[in-house]
C-alpha cells in the first residue's frame, strides 16, 4: 500500500425505507487535515480522469453511483513507497470505503459502470496554484487505462 492513503470502511444501516451511512466526523482521525471544500464530479462510462496531484491538499474520495477504477501513482522523492502503483474499485456492488489520498501521490480514475458520481472532500480550497496535471498517458508512470494495469516494470499493490 502507497504509504498514507488509508482507507476507512463504512457501515451501512438499511431498513425499509433505504440506507443511512456515516462519512467523516471532524473528530475523526481519518480527517485531521480538515475540511476546505465539498465537491461532486458526473462522469459518464469510460471517462478516464487522470493524473491530478496536490502540493499539500489531501482528497478524500466517496463513489456514490457506479463503479470507479482508481489508480494511486507516490510521487513523493522522499516516501519509502515512491513511484509506486496501486489500484482500488469502488462503487457499486463494491466495498463501502472513503479512500483518503495524501499530497504528492498523483491519482486519476476510469468509469467502469456508469453514469459514476464522486463526491469529494480536500483539506483546501481549490487554487490552481496548488493542482498539478500529468498526462493520463505519461510514461515515466507507465499506466495503462485500458488494461488496468502498469505497462513499465513498476510495483502494482
Not at 12 to 30: C, K
Not at 130 to 149: A, F, H, L, M, T
Given at each position: 500500500?502507497?504509504?498514507?492513503?488509508?482507507?476507512?470502511?463504512?457501515?451501512?444501516?438499511?431498513?425499509?425505507?433505504?440506507f443511512?451511512e456515516?462519512?467523516?466526523?471532524?473528530?475523526?482521525?481519518?480527517?485531521?487535515?480538515?475540511?476546505?471544500q465539498?465537491?461532486?464530479?458526473?462522469?459518464i462510462?469510460?471517462v478516464v480522469?487522470?493524473w491530478?496531484?496536490h502540493k499539500?491538499?489531501?482528497?478524500w474520495?466517496y463513489?456514490?453511483?457506479?463503479?470507479?477504477?482508481?489508480?494511486?501513482?507516490d510521487?513523493?522523492?522522499?516516501?519509502?513507497?515512491?513511484?509506486?502503483?496501486?489500484?482500488?474499485?469502488?462503487?457499486?456492488?463494491?466495498e463501502?470505503m472513503?479512500?483518503?489520498?495524501p499530497?504528492?501521490?498523483?491519482?486519476?480514475?476510469?468509469?467502469?459502470?456508469?453514469?459514476?458520481?464522486l463526491v469529494y472532500?480536500?483539506?483546501?480550497?481549490?487554487s490552481?496554484?496548488?493542482?498539478?496535471?500529468?498526462?493520463?498517458?505519461?510514461?515515466?508512470?507507465g499506466?495503462?487505462?485500458?488494461?488496468g494495469?502498469?505497462i513499465a516494470?513498476?510495483?502494482?499493490?
Amino acid at each position: 500500500m502507497i504509504a498514507g492513503v488509508l482507507t476507512k470502511k463504512l457501515i451501512r444501516y438499511p431498513d425499509e425505507r433505504g440506507f443511512f451511512e456515516e462519512w467523516i466526523r471532524v473528530s475523526d482521525p481519518f480527517f485531521a487535515e480538515g475540511f476546505g471544500q465539498l465537491s461532486h464530479s458526473h462522469m459518464i462510462e469510460g471517462v478516464v480522469k487522470a493524473w491530478h496531484v496536490h502540493k499539500v491538499q489531501v482528497d478524500w474520495w466517496y463513489v456514490m453511483k457506479g463503479t470507479v477504477k482508481v489508480a494511486l501513482y507516490d510521487t513523493r522523492l522522499d516516501s519509502k513507497t515512491f513511484k509506486e502503483i496501486q489500484e482500488f474499485v469502488v462503487g457499486d456492488d463494491k466495498e463501502i470505503m472513503i479512500l483518503k489520498i495524501p499530497a504528492g501521490v498523483a491519482h486519476g480514475c476510469k468509469v467502469l459502470i456508469g453514469p459514476a458520481d464522486l463526491v469529494y472532500v480536500t483539506s483546501s480550497v481549490y487554487s490552481k496554484d496548488e493542482e498539478g496535471r500529468i498526462p493520463y498517458d505519461d510514461s515515466g508512470i507507465g499506466y495503462d487505462w485500458v488494461q488496468g494495469k502498469e505497462i513499465a516494470n513498476k510495483n502494482i499493490t
